[in-house]
Each structure stands twice: as structure tokens, then as C-alpha cells.
């Protein structure tokens, strides 16, 4: 079959779903299989394709149109202007979540100018938040926690492919891994974007984010809260005095994070708001 011929039943198959750019996608998944660039498949789409990449395309359609996530299959995805490996077993980094590491940044600019500055980045997934403040900040040495195993290899091929240096990834469950060590009141910032969905929303959400990314990135506990009254509770053992701490939350849970802030002692809380003029981060200071 040809390269057009292959597209046109992809986009036939996709186009039965309310995907965003099915056109893009075909193109994408086809330039993948062949090993070739996105604009080769635009210039020669009357070039036969091997029967073993055609049939591996139609599987590939196939397993994309059950909702299983374009990234998983391509097994990379852009944040911050960076190139991030990612499989089944990390959440696929989302383009809200750099208003967290946005903000992170213009702080350690505007606060610490050139100085070493320490963070702690809780739940790492693939290392987005992590690796973003490390490339983008280098003076910033970055501690990043997760208690999955994948999340941890995950980083560590994102720490290798970005040539980075200034970043740890440790195994363990939140403040846990750094009990005990050098690490109380060291932090000058610390950053998550935990796990935030209630319990019972899960099952609700659309089928790429239910049945594909792990719900150990996504089950927050009954009231989706779990993790900031956990983080929140502990984070002045490990901050300095008047430190950042910075959450990425759901649209609807500004006010009870900034409320579990105000009672654990934070100061000087704000809520960001994201491009959809919905709550998307809380911030305040120890
Ligand atoms: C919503 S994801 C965020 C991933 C990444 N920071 C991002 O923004 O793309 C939450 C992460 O928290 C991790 N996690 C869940 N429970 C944890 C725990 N008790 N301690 C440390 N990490 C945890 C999950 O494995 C997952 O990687």
C-alpha cells in the first residue's frame, strides 16, 4: 500500500473519535514506523510501504483508537521547549503544569539571581518539573521523589538525554527517603503536582487518562486532597525559613489547598490562575 492510501484509512478509523488533530496524528504515527520525518510522509505519499509497517500501522490506528495515548505510542511528548521520553507507567506531562515551573523559574531568578538554590520536586512522573527548573536554572540543584518505580527510570533516561547533572532522583514515599539525612530546613523551594483526583472522578474521566496512565499519578483519596495535607504538614521541617512551597491542583481546589496552607502556618498565598482562567496553582511561604 501506498503512504496516501495508509493515511486515508487512519484517518478514517481516528476521524470516529473527537480527537484534537487526527490528521496530525496518522502522519505522526506512520513517519514513526517508517523512521523518517513528518514532512517526507507530506512529500512522497505515492511511496509503497512494507507490508509488515502496514500492518503494524493498522494495529498501532487500531490500539490509538481505544484511546490509548498518542505519546505512549510515540514514546515522547514536548514540555517546556523540551524533548521528554515517556511510557505506560508515567503521567504524560501536561502544558498547565509549566505554569508551575514558569513561575518557579521567575522566582529563583528575581529572588537568588545567580546562588545556589535547592528544591525538592515531590512526585516526579518523568521528571518534567524536575528537569525543566534544572535546565532552565542551573544553578539550582534539584532532589526530585517518586515511589513508583517507572516514574524514577523514566527521569533518570530524561536526566541522561538532557545532559544534565544538577538533579537526584530518589525512590520512597514523599518526605520519607530524605528523613534522617542533611535535608531538614535545606530546601529553598518545594514543588509538586501530586496525585489530585477524587476517588469516585477517576472513573468519569475521559479513557485516555483512566485506562492508560497509572492511577497512582492520578487518585488524590476520597476527597482528591490526600497529598497537600500530607505535603503541607510536613514541609517546614525541610524548607528555610520563609521557603516556597508551590502545588499544581485541580480547577476546583484553590481555596481548600490555600486552606490547608493558612492552618499549617503558610504566608503570602496565592492562586495562579491557568490559560482557561481557572485555578491551576497554589503557592506560599513558610
Ligand atoms: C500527577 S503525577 C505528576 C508527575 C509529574 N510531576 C508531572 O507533573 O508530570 C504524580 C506523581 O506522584 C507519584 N506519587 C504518588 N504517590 C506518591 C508518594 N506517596 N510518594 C511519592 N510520589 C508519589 C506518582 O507516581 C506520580 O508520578
Request: charged share 30%.
Amino acid at each position: 500500500m501506498v503512504i496516501n492510501d495508509l493515511l486515508k484509512l487512519g484517518l478514517e478509523k481516528l476521524s470516529k473519535r473527537e480527537f484534537s488533530n487526527p490528521q496530525l496524528e496518522v502522519r505522526l504515527l506512520l513517519a514513526k514506523l517508517m523512521n523518517v520525518e513528518k514532512t517526507y510522509i507530506y512529500a512522497f505519499g505515492d511511496k509503497d510501504v512494507s507490508e509488515d509497517i502496514s500492518n503494524e500501522f493498522l494495529s498501532l490506528i487500531e490500539k490509538r483508537s481505544n484511546g490509548y495515548p498518542l505519546q505512549y505510542i510515540l514514546k515522547h511528548t514536548e514540555f517546556m521547549g523540551l524533548d521528554f521520553h515517556v511510557e505506560e507507567g508515567v503521567l504524560v506531562p501536561r502544558g498547565d503544569t509549566e505554569i508551575l515551573v514558569e513561575y518557579v523559574l521567575n522566582y529563583v531568578k528575581t529572588r537568588y539571581g545567580e546562588e545556589k538554590v535547592k528544591v525538592l520536586d515531590l512526585g516526579i512522573g518523568s521528571g518534567a518539573i524536575s528537569l525543566s527548573i534544572a535546565y532552565y536554572a542551573p544553578n539550582s540543584n534539584i532532589y526530585g521523589v517518586d515511589i513508583g518505580d517507572t516514574p524514577i527510570k523514566v527521569s533518570n533516561i530524561n536526566k541522561e538525554r538532557l545532559g544534565l547533572d544538577n538533579v537526584e532522583f530518589i525512590k520512597g514515599d514523599l518526605f520519607e527517603p530524605l528523613e534522617g539525612k542533611s535535608f531538614d530546613k535545606s530546601f529553598h523551594i518545594i514543588a509538586s503536582n501530586p496525585p489530585y483526583i477524587p476517588k469516585d472522578v477517576i472513573l468519569g474521566l475521559q479513557t485516555e487518562v483512566k485506562d492508560f496512565e497509572p492511577s497512582l499519578a492520578l487518585d488524590g483519596g476520597e476527597d482528591g486532597l490526600d497529598f497537600y495535607r500530607r505535603i503541607t504538614s510536613r514541609a517546614k521541617d525541610f524548607l528555610v525559613d520563609k521557603g516556597l512551597l508551590i502545588y499544581e491542583i485541580g480547577y476546583d481546589q484553590g481555596l481548600d489547598v490555600k486552606n490547608i496552607m493558612l492552618d499549617n502556618g503558610f504566608k503570602d498565598i496565592e492562586i495562579l490562575k491557568d490559560l482557561q482562567g481557572l485555578d491551576r496553582v497554589v503557592l506560599g511561604f513558610s
